[in-house]
């Protein structure tokens, strides 16, 4: 097997190596900081509307009989998911 032109293919590698940025000498440092402020009061609002939310949804989809039944059936410890159904569960969306 014979290899022709190279140097061109190595160029082109050697150009594309890492070369840290250069300090200027006297600059502040830039610092990439995140910040994020959250106020008390419409986090307590968000937390209430968002458990209302959680609690209308759940309501929605059982009745009250259903999770009296599925209460009783986790604290007995007859309450049991195949782990085939929750990866299917995960993996459709």
């Given at each position: 097997m014979e290899?022709?032109?190279y140097?061109?293919?190595m160029s082109a590698y050697m150009k594309n190596t890492y070369e840290p940025a250069k300090k200027k000498q006297g600059a502040p440092a830039a610092k990439n900081v995140d910040k994020a402020e959250f106020s008390s009061s419409s986090s307590a609002g968000a937390l209430?509307?968002?458990k209302?939310?959680?609690?209308k949804s759940v309501e929605?989809?059982?009745s009250a009989e259903r999770i009296a039944a599925l209460k009783s059936m986790i604290s007995d410890g007859s309450?049991?998911?195949p782990a085939e159904s929750v990866a299917a569960s995960i993996?459709?969306?």
């Open positions: 290899i022709k032109n140097g061109s293919v209430a509307g968002a209302a939310s959680a609690k929605s989809f059982a309450y049991n998911i993996f459709e969306g």
